[in-house]
């Protein structure tokens, strides 16, 4: 396995355009994780899935974005009527999430994450 | 709500020093903390991960601790070399999701 994989890496659009990311976790992982991240900023949580299962979105996820994990495989991220403001690098990352006893383990596995530029 | 921080935001050091990173977080009910490496218009890169049962853990020149009771995690780097320069991030995983601080941008310099 390659690693959790993002296409495109650079995507440039107009201002109310939609645009759609790609996610290809590790394999076996059954966790996927989107994160967005400024400059400066560390990443920002937006959403993640338990297998098929979208279990949690922030409050950053606006009505705009929507995000798939179709069969619990890849994932798509959509933006809807693009804005200045979503200018940002988008992180997929995945994870083995196991339950032990005395804690849980979940180690993520970052992609190169895809640079969107709203214009 | 978990909050993390990491001091400094910025270092520079010559080649050749240890150095300490500092990553700090508000709720210590952690899973496990996870420490990355970001170069600039990349990704995150894995360095080490830390069980919330563990103290410690090492990785050739890098080592990582944690005190769960004082919600602090360092990033020990040996010997910097200039190919260490890149910004340090520090995740810690609760609430089903990993919570980050801003980084350090380590400048290593020849």
């Known amino acids: 396995d390659t690693g959790v994989s993002q296409d495109p890496r650079h995507k440039i659009t107009k201002r109310g355009q939609n645009v759609t990311f790609r996610c290809d976790p590790i394999?076996?992982?059954?966790?996927l994780y989107w994160y967005r991240q400024t400059l400066g900023q560390g990443p920002e949580f937006l959403t993640y899935?338990?297998?098929?299962?979208?279990?949690?979105k922030s409050r950053l996820l606006s009505d705009r974005f929507s995000a798939e994990r179709p069969k619990g495989s890849f994932s798509t991220l959509e933006i809807q009527r693009t804005e200045q403001g979503d200018s940002a690098m988008y992180l997929c990352?995945?994870?083995?999430?196991?339950?032990?006893?005395?804690?849980?383990?979940?180690?993520?596995?970052f992609g190169q994450g895809t640079r969107l530029t709203v214009v | 709500k978990q909050e993390v921080t990491q001091i400094p935001a910025a270092l520079s050091v010559p080649e050749g020093e240890n150095l300490v990173l500092n990553c700090s977080f508000t709720?210590?009910?952690?899973?496990?903390l996870q420490w990355f490496r970001q170069d600039p218009g990349k990704g995150l890169t894995s360095l080490l991960l830390?069980?919330?049962?563990?103290r410690e853990q090492t990785s050739g020149r890098l080592n990582a601790s944690l005190d769960k009771s004082s919600g602090r995690s360092t990033l020990y780097i040996a010997a910097s070399q200039p190919g260490d320069s890149a910004t340090y991030l520090c995740?810690?995983?609760?609430?089903?999701?990993?919570?980050f601080g801003s980084g350090t941008k380590l400048n290593v310099k020849p």
């Open positions: 899935f338990q297998n098929e299962a979208q279990l949690e």
């Open positions: 394999s076996e992982h059954n966790r």
């Open positions: 995740a810690a995983y609760n609430f089903n999701k990993f919570y």
């Open positions: 830390i069980q919330s049962s563990q």
């Open positions: 709720d210590s009910a952690i899973y496990n």
């Open positions: 990352a995945s994870s083995l999430h196991q339950m032990k006893i005395g804690g849980s383990r979940s180690e993520a596995f």
